[in-house]
């Protein structure tokens, strides 16, 4: 299993980035994706997800209505749109496939990617 993250940057307050995420090695339009964000000095957090068709998608409340995930299932890639950026939005931000109650947890646990870095700030 292998995940790469990238699509990361600096961008200013209010700014955007779309993120993309490669995954490999497993059955991926099977499973519900995540987006995780590990803030400086902080734990990782769960960010958003989608089920393994895509047609239904949920988020923390910190990005909801600010960041879309979708996925291309013909690609096993999975993406995060990130709309109106805040500086506490800076993090690395990782994705896995989901497990556990609400499928928040991640299921590759031995396989995250280096993650993609997004740093907001003027």
């Known amino acids: 299993v292998q995940f790469v993250e990238s699509g990361g940057g600096l961008v200013q307050p209010g700014g955007s980035l779309r993120l993309s995420c490669a995954a490999s090695g497993f059955t991926f339009n099977t499973y519900h994706m995540n987006w995780y964000r590990q803030p400086p000095g902080k734990e990782r957090e769960w960010v958003a997800r989608?089920?393994?068709?895509?047609?239904?998608?949920f988020y923390s409340d910190s990005v909801k209505g600010r960041f879309t995930i979708s996925r291309d299932n013909a690609k096993n890639t999975v993406y995060l749109q990130m709309n109106k950026l805040k500086p506490e939005d800076t993090a690395v931000y990782f994705c896995?496939?989901?497990?556990?109650?609400?499928?928040?947890?991640?299921?590759?646990?031995?396989?995250w990617g280096q993650g993609t870095q997004v740093i907001v700030s003027s």
């Open positions: 896995n496939a989901g497990r556990g109650p609400g499928l928040r947890l991640p299921k590759f646990v031995g396989s």
């Open positions: 989608i089920t393994g068709d895509g047609d239904n998608t």
